[in-house]
């Protein structure tokens, strides 16, 4: 049985290299058509890569209904700058942990000039205490809307507008890392 198994493999591996003829349909790849394809791929990678700030927004974005705990850092639970502070960490831009360092850090901006990618500070609370208590990351600008994804204790991580009342009345400013 034995000598039967290596006969049968060796008859096997001679067999595979054996040349055939031409089917109607085989297709023969020339230095011409394997270049086309080389190319069509970068194109391809090229058209794949995304701006740093995309990246920074895409990671915050997968934190999206995280619920909100306290000096939270993961997908168990974050507070504001736990979300801001993890998402430009992992792309190796090392930011104080608490929002009010945050809003030390960068260069303050008019809100017209807002960007993707830059930060917003804010004053919360009912008395509306004299330091900043609030960060969200900004994501998009449409039709003259700011919007921008942070960690809420009631809703945890969502994406807010600028336009609300609420926001409105407790932003305090907008600063660019990137």
């Known amino acids: 049985m034995r000598k039967i198994l290596i006969l049968l493999l060796i008859i096997a591996s001679y067999s595979s290299c054996k040349s055939s003829k031409k089917g109607?349909?085989?297709?023969?790849?020339?230095?011409?058509?394997a270049?086309?394809?080389?190319?069509?791929?970068?194109?391809?990678?090229?058209?794949?890569?995304t701006s740093l700030e995309e990246q920074i927004i895409d990671y915050a974005k997968t934190f999206e209904g995280v619920r909100y705990r306290w000096g939270g850092t993961d997908k168990s639970g974050m507070d504001c700058s736990g979300l801001v502070f993890e998402t430009f960490k992992s792309h190796n831009i090392y930011l104080p942990r608490?929002?009010?360092?945050?809003?030390?850090?960068?260069?303050?901006?008019?809100?017209?000039?807002?960007k993707?990618?830059?930060?917003?500070?804010?004053k919360t609370g009912k008395n509306r205490r004299n330091i900043i208590n609030h960060v969200?990351?900004?994501?998009?600008?449409?039709?003259n809307a700011i919007y921008f994804i942070h960690s809420t204790t009631s809703k945890g991580v969502i994406i807010s507008s600028l336009n609300?009342?609420?926001?409105?009345?407790?932003?305090?400013?907008a600063r660019r890392i990137l």
């Open 98 to 114: 608490i929002s009010r360092d945050m809003a030390k850090k960068g260069t303050k901006i008019k809100l017209k000039e807002t």
């Open 136 to 143: 969200g990351l900004v994501i998009a600008i449409k039709n």
């Open 24 to 33: 109607r349909n085989s297709k023969v790849i020339t230095k011409k058509s």
């Open 116 to 122: 993707k990618g830059d930060l917003l500070f804010f």
């Open 164 to 173: 609300e009342d609420y926001w409105k009345s407790s932003f305090t400013e």
């Open 35 to 49: 270049t086309r394809n080389v190319s069509k791929s970068r194109t391809t990678e090229t058209s794949k890569i």
